[in-house]
């Protein structure tokens, strides 16, 4: 039967053909999507800038103690003179701190300054002058040098921490980063950055034959008990970028969601493919048990030619697969979604499981059609193959069945979600509606046969009339063609209107929230507090409010204990937070408060959303933590309403400043006078700037550019997984109408021979393929409904989806016309030979 089963391969060119490229793309899409979820696991950013320090020493940005990892988004500085103690640990050589700046030069945009002793972490090297020296000199990076044209002993303007500060160019340097660093004293730094006696890392060089990960052991006993990490290998680059920490860990649910999405359409269509493949070899099958080939024989003969194709096919895959994976991370890094500084990182087990999953589900596929046919009783073998009675199991009805429960539950799960967390839980309900009506999808299309068969003949004529024969005598292989159809317009209606309704509540969300008319921000990094009340004091100004965005936790009313050890604690809440000036809020947003006053907020105090404060009353003091990790009791003044999902707690400016990375106000919100011109209003407010260099007067159409931007990024996002599993379905529909149309020559070629004209014959395939159309985009439409009806119920409070209709006509448009047209065009290769070819068909 091996022998046999490689001697058939070449006589069914068409199915292994299609089955092979199902086999192969699955396997490389499943093994690039399981690369990515392990590059999220390691979360491995190499260093760049801090490279040539063998060990680093930071802040800890992890929240420890809780159920659920959580990350701190502002940086947590550390005590400058830690260096010392830890050049004291036998073995190191010397501790280099690194203090890090956004700033911006006046001659060539925004940069990012350090001291000068911590270009021995990159290392920087100088090619021209010489080190800064004293607190009027720079060294610019080389790269930037020659872009800004600037050369040594030149005079340049920095703007940093709200303020200008004149420097002498005293020398250049090359390093990782030369189109974008500057170098001061360290002094200096330190004073313009306002952090004297704090830094951002800390490099450790070992002495010359010590092991760095016995120096890093060594240093971890020094800073026990503090929230500091030490970081050896790819770790270091957390040191580097601290949103590695927190956007990195964002790679593992998108890898997951996408790898699962892409795992089950690889399962659904290869499964098809090769069932369908199979399928049409049921009369060689039916023939083969008449002449007394047994069943274990039936089933060693299919088994081996699957096994065969799909060993050479995910073998193929294993080599682009890896590469897809490093593709995907890129597109990724490109959209904004993880850093760019995340490396690749996937060793074999992505590989074996998208080998595995492509070798199962083909044997399993295979196995079942095989099964089908051996259970056939010779005398009944060639009738069967004839008519294919056999279209629905018991088995595939129970599946069906509690996918359609488990798809249920996570609707309702969809519906009780916040808003913004929808989409996490819809994602894996599309998986699961699309597994229930795709093993139920018999029953479906058997239904709408039977609807439709008059209707149809009577529209259509004689050629609706065989059309609508055919899809009842043959309702398996007409279930085979519809499925692809199904997943295409299920998914592509799925991910793109998921898409534009989260995209919608964010929107909404913003503009029930924007009542400013202008927004002032800074290009040196920020502004200073006192600078709202000289705002507020302007000719035309109504109000003012300064506006400072991060993240805050509500901590639980227990103690977070060490002893109690990760995913054992209790679970803070996360939130927005956000720091005002409560003067002129109720002017410059759409905060009211529920209960309490909002102009109470003043020191150690905060305004919780009303959905988080249940458990509290005014004047309780609601332990907290800031986004730099910093515990504080605060007491509550107010409660605020916020549309569900984008609730934000409001914390006095003054209390949330210095416990932010830059230390500075981004932004003040101003709203115009009743009468007052905003445009004048703009110019006016622009005068300040001779006294608070960089300051940049906006119209609200920059917060507007800026929500459309993280808005753009999710669309990116929703556009890459959509071309990539979408893109696979759709190939699987064309593979999959192409071969069950080919199939039928022997059928197009009787037709002739008894008078059929190819016009007739194209009609009749014309009315079949618009019955696969309609019922694919029917179940696709049930997908699509089932897992959006809940998700707009959470994010928009309305059954019906945000987003342009003309979404829906596309999508489905395309589906029917790509089935019409795959399906004619393979049906008019077929009508090519002469009808007296029939002779030389093969069984």
């Known amino acids: 039967m091996i022998r046999l089963a490689l001697r058939t391969l070449r006589h069914h060119t068409g199915g292994f053909v299609a089955s092979f ?121 080389k790269a930037l040098a020659e872009r ?72 971890r006993k020094v800073v026990d008990g503090s929230p500091i990490a030490v970081l050896t290998g790819d770790e270091r680059g957390r040191a580097e970028d601290p949103g590695v920490v927190a956007d990195g860990s964002d790679l593992v649910p998108l890898a997951a969601a996408f790898g699962g999405l892409s795992a089950m359409v690889t399962v659904f269509v290869v499964a098809g493919t090769l069932g369908l493949s199979i399928q049409q070899r049921q009369r060689e099958m039916a023939l083969l048990r008449t002449i007394g080939a047994t069943p274990g024989q039936l089933r060693r003969l299919v088994l081996g030619e699957t096994l065969l194709l799909a060993v050479v096919a995910t073998g193929l895959a294993t080599v682009p697969g890896p590469r897809f994976g490093r593709r995907l991370l890129s597109a990724f890094a490109d959209a904004g979604a993880v850093p760019d500084s995340i490396a690749y990182r996937a060793g074999s087990v992505p590989v074996i499981v998208g080998v595995g ?86 029953v479906v299309v058997r239904a709408m046969v039977a609807v439709l068969r008059r209707p149809v003949g009577k529209v259509s004529g004689l050629a609706g009339e065989l059309a609508a024969h055919n899809a009842r005598a043959r309702t398996a292989r007409l279930a085979s063609a519809v499925m692809p159809v199904m997943l295409a317009s299920g998914l592509a209606v799925g991910l793109i209107y998921m898409q534009t309704t989260q995209s919608d509540g964010a929107e909404r969300a913003f503009d029930e929230n924007l009542r400013a008319d202008l927004v002032v921000t800074s290009a040196s990094g920020g502004l200073p507090l006192g600078l709202v ?35 054992t604690g209790p679970q803070p809440t996360e939130m927005a937070m956000q720091g005002v000036t409560p003067q002129g809020l109720d002017r410059t947003t759409a905060f009211q408060a529920a209960s309490g006053s909002l ?55 003054s209390t949330l400043v210095g416990h932010t990375d830059g230390g500075l106000v981004p932004q003040i919100s101003v709203r115009a006078a009743d009468g007052t011109d905003p445009a004048r209003l703009r110019a006016s407010l622009g005068k ?85 159309a309609l019922a694919g985009i029917v179940l696709g439409l049930l997908v699509a409904g089932a897992t959006l009806a809940p998700l707009s119920m959470s994010v928009l409070g309305t059954a019906l989806p945000g987003g342009s209709p003309w979404i829906l006509v596309s999508v489905l448009a395309g589906a029917v016309a790509l089935t019409l047209a795959t399906t004619l065009l393979a049906a008019w290769a077929v009508l090519r030979g002469r009808p007296g070819d029939m002779a030389g068909i093969k069984e």
């Open 148 to 219: 800004t044209g600037v050369r040594t002993g030149q005079q340049v303007r920095l703007l940093v921490h709200g303020a200008q500060h004149s420097y002498r160019v005293a020398g250049l340097a090359t390093g990782p980063d030369d189109g974008g660093d500057v170098f001061l004293t360290d002094a200096a730094a330190a004073q313009v950055a306002d952090r004297v006696g704090r830094t951002d890392s800390i490099g450790v060089f070992p002495v010359s034959g010590a092991d760095p990960r016995e120096i890093a052991s060594a240093v």
């Open 688 to 772: 300040l700037a001779q006294d608070q260099p960089g300051l940049r007067v906006s119209g609200k159409e920059v917060l507007e550019a800026a929500q459309a931007d993280a808005d753009d990024t999710q669309e990116w996002m929703a556009h890459l997984v959509l071309g990539v599993v979408v893109g696979y379905a759709t190939l699987a529909l064309v593979n999959t109408q192409v071969l069950a149309t080919a199939e039928r020559r022997k059928e197009f070629m009787l037709q002739r021979l008894i008078g059929a004209t190819r016009r007739q014959v194209l009609q009749m395939m014309t009315v079949e393929a618009s019955l696969v």
């Open 357 to 442: 999953t492509a070798l199962l589900t083909a044997v399993g596929a295979a196995y079942i059609a095989a099964q089908a046919a051996a259970r056939t009783r010779p005398t009944e073998a060639l009738a069967e193959a004839t008519l294919r009675r056999r279209w629905f199991s018991l088995f595939r009805l129970i599946v069906g069945v509690l996918c359609l429960a488990g798809g249920a539950a996570l609707a309702w799960g969809t519906a009780g979600s916040a808003g913004p967390d929808a989409a996490g839980v819809a994602t894996p309900a599309a998986m699961v509606w699309a597994s229930a009506f795709g093993l139920l999808g018999p």
């Open 21 to 141: 490229v199902a086999l192969f793309l699955g396997a490389v899409i499943v093994i690039g999507s399981g690369g990515l979820l392990e590059t999220g696991i390691h979360n491995a950013a190499p260093p760049h800038r801090l490279a040539a320090a063998p060990v680093v020493v930071t802040g800890d940005q992890r929240y420890e103690y809780t159920q659920q990892e959580l990350v701190f988004p502002e940086r947590l500085h550390i005590d400058a003179a830690l260096a010392e103690r830890i050049e004291k640990v036998p073995g190191v050589e010397s501790a280099v701190g690194d203090l890090s700046f956004t700033a911006a030069l006046a001659e060539g945009g925004k940069v990012t300054g350090h001291g000068w002793s911590s270009a021995k972490l990159s290392p920087y090297k100088l090619t021209d002058g010489a080190a800064p020296a004293a607190d009027g000199q720079i060294v610019l990076g």
């Open 599 to 653: 102009a109470a907020l003043s020191g150690d105090s905060v305004a919780l959303p009303a959905a988080y404060a249940e458990d509290h009353e005014l004047g309780d003091l609601v332990p907290m933590r800031l986004g730099d990790g910093t515990r504080v009791r605060l007491k509550l003044v107010a409660t605020v309403e916020g549309r569900r999902g984008y609730e934000t707690a409001l914390v006095p400016a």
């Open 533 to 567: 009340d000289t705002i507020r004091e302007q000719p035309g100004v109504a109000a003012a409010s300064a506006q400072i965005p991060t993240t805050g936790y509500l901590e639980p009313d227990e103690p977070m204990r060490p002893s109690e050890g990760e995913d």
